[in-house]
């Protein structure tokens, strides 16, 4: 009998409904104009309800369909909301599912995680977190068949990320699988002023732009400790980031009282 990680969100972050839910998908990329000529190797996207974050979120996702035959593994990283815990945490489920289907878990990569002390096995803390969840209708509507590796990150510290990052992505080689393409799931600053919003998230993008993870604070990302160890890879193997996007919800979703952050970022 497999197990299956049912959506949990869906209704509330996004539409529950099959046609709806793909109708948004499409209408969100269809918005996006940008050409995009290089594949992407990771891509850093937001995880609110998609009336906020959607249109952001297309921006990073619009640069995987001149690629989307190339791309079948996806390793997934966001935040922990829900259940508080050290280290990062791998579902046993074997599927994932949302109102457009059934995702398989690649299981083989996750046994290989097996050895590092880090990396734990919680259904618990993959039940009712949205951070990976949002995602996975883009890349469903996009790529259409892939398996995922969805990584819920604790309390982690960027070596402990990073380290995980590169036994999935590279192994032991120095050049990466072209098929495999790393995800950070992350919103910026949560509820403040407009305009004090956007001079926060100017900062942590530059800092995101210019590999800075030291300039990453506990306020400024809730996908930080995801995003601090995609940094020190990209360091690592030579990657440069890119700004795709940088709005909040007080663009997209017009209260501009207290309004939350969302940067799309491709890293090459």
Known sequence: MHKIRQPAVAGMFYSADEKTLKDDVLSYLLQVKDKVKQQPKALVVP?????????????????????????????????????????????????????????????????????????????????????????????????????LIPIVVGDADRHEVAEVINQLWCGKNQSCDEHTLIIISSDLSHYHEYSKAKQLDRATSDAIENLKPDLISYDDACGRNGLKGMIAVAQEKGLTAELLDLRNSGDTAGDKSRVVGYGAYVFH
């Open 47 to 147: 995880h609110a309800g998609y009336i906020y974050s959607g249109p952001i979120a297309a921006t990073a996702y619009n640069q995987l369909l001149p690629f989307k035959d190339k791309i079948n593994r996806i390793v997934l990283l966001g935040p922990s909301h829900r259940v508080a815990f050290s280290g990062l945490a791998v579902p046993e489920a074997d599927y994932f599912n949302t109102p457009l289907g059934m995702i398989p878990i690649d299981q083989d990569s996750i046994q290989q995680l097996s050895h590092l002390s880090q990396v734990i096995r919680s259904d618990r803390a993959h039940s009712e977190e949205h951070s990976l969840e949002v995602q996975l209708p883009f890349l469903q509507e996009i790529l259409g068949s892939f398996s």
